[in-house]
C-alpha cells in the first residue's frame, strides 16, 4: 500500500480489520489512508475509535456548536483531514451546510450568531500553544451554555486537539471526502484576513 504520510500504511487485517475496512467503505466508499497508519498499532486505533464513539453520544452540548467547535479547533491546528471530514459528515449531522463551510473563516463571515463566534474564539483559544483561554471566555459561555455543555465542549476542543495535532504529526491529511459527496469546498481565510474561496 503507497503512503503519502509519514508513517507508512499498512492493510487492515483480522475480524476489527475487515470490520473497519467494511464500514469505511460504506460511509466513504474507500478505507482512509489514515485508518492504514493507525493499523500500525491496532490497539490505538480500537482504543481512539471507542472514546470517539463515546464523545459522539455526549449531549449536553448542541451538535452545530460542537461541530462549529471541533473545525475551529482543527483549522487552528491545521489539520485538513478533521477539517474536510467534519464537512463531510455535516449532511449525516442534519446540520447547515453553507455555516459549516464558513467555519475556517468565521471571523469574516456573517453567517454566524454571537454565541457561535463565541463558542469558534473559545476553540482558537484552547487550541492555540499555550492556550489562551480567558475567565471572560468562559464567564460568558458558562451563563449562556451552562456548566454540563461547558465542560462538554471543552471536552470536545480537548479531544479534537488530540486528533488533529496527531493526525498533522503523523502527516494524515484531508482526502476530500466532501468533495466525493458534492460539497462545494471549505472556504479560507488569506493571511491577510480576506477570505477566499
Not at 33 to 45: L, N, R, S
Request: net charge neutral.
Amino acid at each position: 500500500m503507497a503512503s503519502n504520510t509519514r508513517v507508512p500504511a499498512t492493510e487492515l487485517t483480522g475480524v476489527y480489520g475487515t470490520l473497519v475496512k467494511t464500514i469505511s467503505r460504506r460511509i466513504f466508499g474507500k478505507v482512509p489512508e489514515g485508518a492504514g497508519v493507525m493499523w500500525q498499532y491496532p490497539a490505538v486505533m480500537k482504543a481512539s475509535m471507542a472514546f470517539g464513539r463515546r464523545v459522539d453520544s455526549w449531549n449536553r452540548l448542541d451538535p452545530a456548536l460542537a461541530t462549529f467547535a471541533a473545525m475551529a479547533s482543527a483549522a487552528t491546528i491545521g489539520c485538513s483531514f478533521c477539517l474536510d471530514l467534519h464537512h463531510f459528515m455535516t449532511r449525516n449531522r442534519g446540520l447547515d451546510e453553507a455555516k459549516v463551510r464558513e467555519v475556517p473563516r468565521w471571523r469574516e463571515s456573517t453567517v454566524f450568531t454571537p454565541l457561535e463566534r463565541r463558542v469558534m474564539e473559545y476553540a482558537e483559544a484552547m487550541s492555540q500553544t499555550p492556550p489562551a483561554v480567558t475567565d471572560e471566555m468562559s464567564a460568558a459561555l458558562l451563563e449562556e451554555l451552562g456548566a454540563p455543555a461547558l465542560v462538554e465542549l471543552t471536552a470536545r476542543i480537548g479531544t479534537m486537539n488530540m486528533t488533529a495535532r496527531g493526525n498533522v504529526a503523523l502527516g494524515i491529511r484531508s482526502e476530500e471526502f466532501s468533495a466525493s459527496c458534492g460539497l462545494p469546498p471549505l472556504a479560507a481565510a488569506s493571511s491577510g484576513g480576506v477570505a477566499s474561496a
